[in-house]
């Protein structure tokens, strides 16, 4: 099973260059297959983040991926964290 993490994401690039080695080492340690997905805006309107949201999910799932977890910049998970798939039902995992 692969996992998508999807990002929404703008002009946060100090939290961007914290997450992307947090996250993977995380993902790793826990043997979990992934690949993330920022959806990136670039204009100056009022931030969209569901848009962004459905973006990165949107490539998720074209890439293959089997779930996702849609997750925030500025949230790097802690040791106890489960991002394996779900076997029921969705989970909320802050």
Known sequence: M?????VPYRD???HLHEFIPKVKKHLT????????????QVDDKLFNRGAMKNVAAEHAF???CDYI????????????????????NPIHLA
């Open 62 to 64: 074209k890439d293959g």
């Open 2 to 6: 692969k996992l998508g993490v999807c």
């Open 29 to 40: 340690e826990k043997g979990i297959d992934f690949e993330m997905y920022f959806g990136h």
């Open 12 to 14: 946060r690039e100090f």
């Open 69 to 88: 977890v849609w997750h925030d910049i500025d949230m790097i998970p802690e040791s106890n964290v489960d991002y394996s798939f779900p076997k029921k």
